[in-house]
């Protein structure tokens, strides 16, 4: 249970309140003044604190301000006999959970302890994580406290230090760059650049150029050398994300690079010394492609020397609610919205949906809901048709012929998929797992 701490000046009512949390398992401190309950709650630390709102040294609503103040993630419900609009309104202003009048529902009162000590072992873990990955550079956003992103977090720490190439896997939107970003920024490099780049997002005919650089005179327009961006990453990090999609032919020129530390800039004779980190990352699995020759082997085993494998969002559920404080407090900010928190309907919603998209598409439909909302709680009615269940995750949208061969099953799954998203390709490759380049590849292939 919680540790609540009751500051109420009327002695009758503090022990008979107290005595009755006490029978239902919580840990509960006493005290009779505001002065009293701030030392109290300086040195007990508790989750909850009920307070009154007459204090004989000091008027409650200030007591609430300091409390807050100290101890954000302390949730504070005022209970008080003389109940007023003002003072109402005034209490939530300064943070108060909720406002209770006197004498208080003994269930609803229990309800709200609970759910109060909740709201604040979330934003205690929320802070607590953000502290920690700080020194990343990820801005806070590797969040979470199951066993499968500590995991990744003791990866983070142990790879950091070597000077390795490191593969990074997981599904679209798990937050491979963040990793990535991680490692830079806890490794001896941490001084000079990070660099991504995005494989899939660059025309084959210039990532070539982008990589390696390239001479004046290596091709029309090119008016004067370019160093690539190994050269500009030099002493840093250089991130090949969705390396997948690099052609066969600069897949060799690659190789050569990593092997001897060294790029031949395009249309040039000379070769550069470089001393890049490279950490590549993938959301398709690179050993099937090298069995259906689409990427080299020797390459794959020169990027996989350390790997780190980032688990989709539906395989550690209870980091949702974590993420979900974290995007709320962020677009809240951003737009200037009162949105503080998601009703029990809705947070069952994000916590049994499939979320196909990963932590990128919760980061978008928790957007998309703070933008929605009008009020501070968030409900069902302003989260996405699709995740309500509305839209592409019905297995009954999805029908193939039988007898397809798995290409024209494949080929059956994405023209139905864009048919659900009304030809959205972005929003479609995202539910699909694949990257935007891949789709645009094989609907060229369909003729589409």
């Known amino acids: ?11 009758t ?10 029978s239902l398992g919580h840990a509960v401190f006493l005290e009779a003044d505001g002065v009293a309950g701030l030392e109290a709650c300086r040195l007990r630390r508790p989750d909850v604190v009920l307070l009154d709102l007459r204090l004989p040294d000091c008027d409650g609503l200030e007591i609430l301000a300091q409390l807050k103040e100290e101890h954000p993630a302390t949730e504070v419900i005022i209970l008080t006999a003389y109940a007023t609009v003002d003072n109402a309104v005034l209490a939530t202003k300064r943070g ?23 709201k604040g072992r979330i934003v205690r873990e929320v802070t607590s994580l953000r502290h920690q990955l700080s020194g990343m550079g990820v801005g806070g956003r590797l969040i979470g406290t199951s066993v499968a992103m500590q995991e990744v977090c003791r990866a983070i720490t142990n790879l950091a230090s070597a000077d390795s190439t490191v593969l990074i896997t997981g599904e679209s939107g798990t937050g491979k760059e963040l990793v990535a970003k991680a490692i830079h920024h806890n490794s001896a490099r941490k001084e000079r650049l990070f660099v991504p780049v995005n494989c899939a997002a660059i025309p084959e005919t210039l990532l070539e150029s982008e990589l390696f650089g390239h001479a004046k005179g290596a091709f029309t327009g090119a008016s004067a050398d370019k160093p690539g961006l190994f050269e500009e990453a030099h002493g840093g990090t250089l991130l090949l994300d969705e390396i997948s999609d690099l052609h066969l032919t600069l897949q060799a020129k690659l190789l050569r690079v990593l092997q001897d530390n060294e790029v031949r800039r395009v249309g040039s004779t000379r070769t550069i010394r470089v001393d890049t980190r490279v950490i590549a990352s993938s959301n398709v699995d690179l050993l099937q492609l090298v069995r259906e020759h689409r990427f080299r082997e020797d390459l794959y085993y020169r990027l996989n020397v350390l790997r780190v494998h980032i688990p989709p969002l539906r395989e550690r559920r209870e980091d ?4 979900i404080s974290a995007f709320l407090e962020e677009y809240a900010a951003r737009y200037g919205k009162t949105v ?27 957007e998309q809901a703070v933008l929605l909302c009008e009020g501070p709680i968030i409900r069902p009615a302003h989260l996405p048709a699709e995740i309500k269940g509305t839209g592409v995750h019905h297995a009954a949208a999805f029908s193939f012929p039988y007898g397809a061969t798995l290409a024209e099953a494949e080929q059956c799954l994405i023209l139905q998929t864009l048919r659900q998203v009304e030809g959205n390709k972005a929003r479609a490759a995202g539910h699909l797992g694949i990257s935007l380049k891949t789709l645009y590849n094989k609907l060229a292939r369909y003729q589409h």
């Open 1 to 11: 249970m919680s540790k609540v701490l009751i500051i109420d000046d009327d002695s």
């Open 13 to 22: 009512a503090r022990e008979v309140l107290g005595s009755r949390l006490e």
């Open 96 to 118: 108060a959970y909720d406002y209770l009048i006197k004498p208080a529902d003994s269930l609803r009162l229990q309800m709200l302890i609970e759910k109060a000590a909740e």
């Open 320 to 323: 949702i609610p974590l993420l």
């Open 340 to 366: 503080k928190s998601v009703d029990e309907p809705a947070m069952k919603i994000l916590s049994t949906y499939g979320w196909p998209g990963n932590i990128r598409e919760l980061k978008n439909a928790i």
